[in-house]
């Protein structure tokens, strides 16, 4: 029956081998899973209509590019949300939608998930994995719940209460530039990038007990920092270099990979210095050390550090949660105290109360630098900043993709993938 079949198909007898059998098989699998590829973004996109959708830039790019890494862009994401308040519907390339959640109620619905339902996105975060490796920011699981554990001591007060120090030293630096900028005739200044290049500072001095200087000279590390930053925002608006292959094919993607290289190798030489102090010294002597510079970096809490087991973090892992705490660290609190500038900037009666504030506090102090204790002390500043982040949060965006199906409070369904 079979061979009359292939026949009457014009194959002749001889079609009827296994090997052009498993071919059609084969053929017909494909076939299968191509039209349940196709079924599912249908289906998909049928059940996603019920969120409002802006209109594309073209079919084959969807609304990729609508919103760019600049000033324009921050304006364009503040009139999209004001346009659709609840959340709304956006394509990445032809095939792949996303739903963005605004209200803080709808948001609420999937940060309230299990990480099981609402795992994070690897779409969107997959360009920082060469550079920031199985850190905090992208591991799941057993192991983002065993590093999380681990890692919360190393955010102690007793360890962050010294960082003030720190903190007042990188802060002095920058304001002396400004100063010596002002002098010059300098009326205008970016400040994210001073307050980047402060933020870095600190970091490193807490992170590595490295000071580079990069406020005031380039810093091949930080350099590479800032450089890496960029490639990975770059990245994200570019369809076809989400495909590794193709992406360090380009001169972008190889400037990624040097940059990477240079990264990791300061962080591994830092901790593979301190693991030749460590046995030298004995971890207690090694303690006894610090306490007298009051100070223990976010090295030595990730080397000292052990679970119930005993097991200690490798060296892979120490270097992924320090990238990561850079990375993180750096670019938010940037952000952040921007923010809080800018908003003070636009409302100089709120920034007349907050200096007043400080400086009533102050008085005649010598330094005049803020210290631990004083930073409950400061009720408005702290509304001022409290708010400023509720306006303008450091993080824009939180990227989660659904394992089910997820209800929001008006009724409107996410579906599952």
């Known amino acids: 029956m079979l061979q009359l079949s292939l026949s009457w198909l014009g194959l002749g007898p001889l079609a009827a081998s296994p090997w052009l059998l498993l071919l059609l098989l084969g053929a017909s699998w494909l076939l299968a899973r191509f039209l349940a590829w196709i079924y599912t973004i249908y289906d998909k996109s049928r059940r996603l209509r019920c969120f409002p959708q802006p209109p594309k830039r073209n079919w084959f790019w969807g609304h990729l590019g609508l919103v760019t890494p600049t000033e324009q862009g921050m304006r364009d994401v503040t009139q999209l949300v004001a346009t659709y308040p ?63 554990r681990l890692l919360t001591p190393a955010f102690h007060f007793n360890i962050l209460k010294p960082y003030m120090k720190i903190f007042n030293d990188s802060v002095n630096i920058m304001h002396a530039k400004w100063k010596r900028l002002a002098s010059e005739g300098s009326t205008r200044l970016d400040m994210f990038e001073h307050i980047s290049l402060m933020t870095l500072d600190s970091l490193q001095k807490c992170v590595f007990s490295f000071d580079s200087k990069c406020q005031e000279r380039p810093s ?21 270099l989400y495909i590794d292959f193709l992406y360090y094919l380009t001169p972008d993607g190889q400037r990624f990979r040097r940059a990477c290289r240079l990264v990791h190798d300061f962080t591994d030489a830092v901790i593979q210095e301190r693991r030749r102090t460590l046995p030298d010294q004995g971890v207690e002597d090694f303690l006894k050390a610090k306490a007298r510079t009051k100070t223990l970096d976010f090295i030595d809490v990730l080397l000292l550090t052990k679970d119930e087991d005993g097991k200690e973090l490798s060296d892979e892992d120490i270097r992924a949660e320090a990238d990561t705490f850079m990375f993180e660290g750096h670019d938010t609190t940037a952000s952040g105290l921007s923010w809080v500038l800018y908003n003070l900037a636009r409302h100089p009666e709120y920034q007349e109360r907050c200096r007043q504030e400080v400086q009533q506090l102050l008085g005649d102090r010598e330094p005049q630098e803020i210290e631990w204790d004083d930073l409950a002390q400061l009720p408005f500043l702290t509304m001022c900043i409290k708010e400023s982040l509720r306006l303008h949060p450091p993080v824009t965006v939180i990227s989660r993709c659904c394992t089910q199906d997820i209800t929001l409070p008006d009724g409107r369904v996410i579906p599952k993938g």
């Open 86 to 148: 609840q959340g709304f519907r956006t394509w990445l390339g032809p095939i792949h939608p996303l739903v963005t959640l605004c209200h803080p109620d709808m948001v609420r619905a999937l940060t309230n998930a299990s990480a099981a339902v609402a795992p994070k996105d690897m779409i969107f975060y997959s360009s920082l994995k060469p550079w920031l490796g199985d850190g905090l920011l992208l591991s799941a699981g057993d192991k983002w719940s065993h590093h999380r």
């Open 220 to 240: 091949e590390y930080i350099a590479a920092i800032l450089e890496l930053s960029a490639l990975v925002t770059k990245r994200h608006h570019q369809l076809f």
